[in-house]
């Protein structure tokens, strides 16, 4: 094991010897083992987007066994995915990749102001499955807030008492925040901190934008001279809140979007400290062999 994975375990001593090694499991995994980065194939989007809007312009991506084999053939560290996903290939592709069983999933045919997911997966589920983590979404910001905190509390104790990591996906969203304070950088890192407060071992959140949402935050920011340019220095002080980059915080990749912005996104984010990326529609939203080359450059600038 190599110093820098040690390092990452140690900051995560409270936790059992199972959870432990499940993060060792995910860190000494593909491309990336040892750095103590990760690239991660998340594929909740069916459930979250709808399918044509995320498969029907890479038709080959209706069917779940692609996702696994991209992730294998790509060298990401883990695949993430709703239950009816790892069910159609965990055993097929057994033993080839950390899977990460998603826990709970929104859909959007309601059009809510204030989004809730849904359990639609449990502890059992993953275990069953031979899952590495389990992964859920809150939603600070929404009016449902308080019982997703609480649903992530219970589900993480449930999960490491059984020694399964817990990642979660901070999506701040609702009636109370506009939709350019969903990536400011002061709601972004409020939501990094919520997400470690409630026991998250992995972080997950969007890169932020310089944009300040609330006028207390930005009285802070102001008067305490936060630089919030260029992205690097934004990826820096999200670290820095997920207790001063003692927690593995990784970064969506969002829409798909050109080669270019995204690899110039990946250099902002390896050069502001982040532990890796976690890239769903930039990378099955493209034909597999451009998937593989462009997260094959992706690992290359985090392995630097």
């Known amino acids: 094991m190599t110093k ?17 090694s499940n993060l060792a499991r995910m860190l000494n995994h593909g491309k990336l083992a040892g750095t103590g980065k990760f690239v991660i194939l998340p594929v909740d989007q069916g459930f979250e987007h709808g399918p044509a809007r995320s498969f029907a312009v ?24 709703p239950l009816g996903f790892l069910e159609a290939g965990a055993a097929e592709y057994a033993g080839e990749i950390p899977l990460i069983l998603k826990l709970n999933n929104h859909d959007v045919l309601n059009d809510e102001k204030d989004p809730a997911p849904a359990v639609t997966g449990s502890v059992k589920d993953a275990l069953r499955l031979g899952c590495a983590a389990v992964g859920l979404t809150i939603y600070p910001g929404s009016t449902a807030a308080k019982s997703m905190y609480q649903e992530a509390r219970e589900i993480g104790e449930e999960a490491k008492s059984h020694g399964l990591p817990l990642v979660m996906w901070s999506y701040p969203r609702g009636s109370s925040i506009s939709k350019q304070g969903e990536t400011a950088i002061d709601v972004v890192a409020y939501a990094a901190q919520i997400a470690s407060q409630l026991g998250a071992n992995i972080v997950k959140v969007k890169p932020p934008t ?25 990826i820096k002080h999200v670290i820095q809140s997920a207790f001063d980059g003692r927690r593995i ?13 995204l690899i110039n996104d990946i250099r902002q984010i390896h050069a502001g400290g982040g532990f890796g990326s976690i890239i769903g529609r930039n990378s099955f939203q493209r034909p597999k062999p451009v998937a593989i080359e462009l997260l094959g450059k992706i690992m290359d600038i985090y392995r630097s």
């Open 58 to 81: 890479n038709p080959p991506a209706y069917d779940p066994r692609y996702h696994f084999q991209l992730a294998i053939d790509a060298g990401c560290n883990a695949y993430a995915a």
């Open 4 to 20: 820098r994975v040690r390092e990452i375990l140690s900051y995560y001593d409270s936790e059992n010897a199972g959870v432990r």
């Open 210 to 234: 310089a944009f300040i949402e609330q006028p207390e935050a930005k009285k802070a920011y102001e008067s305490n001279k936060v630089t919030l340019e260029p992205l690097s220095a934004r």
């Open 249 to 261: 915080v990784i970064f969506s990749g969002g829409p798909k979007e050109s080669d270019e912005q």
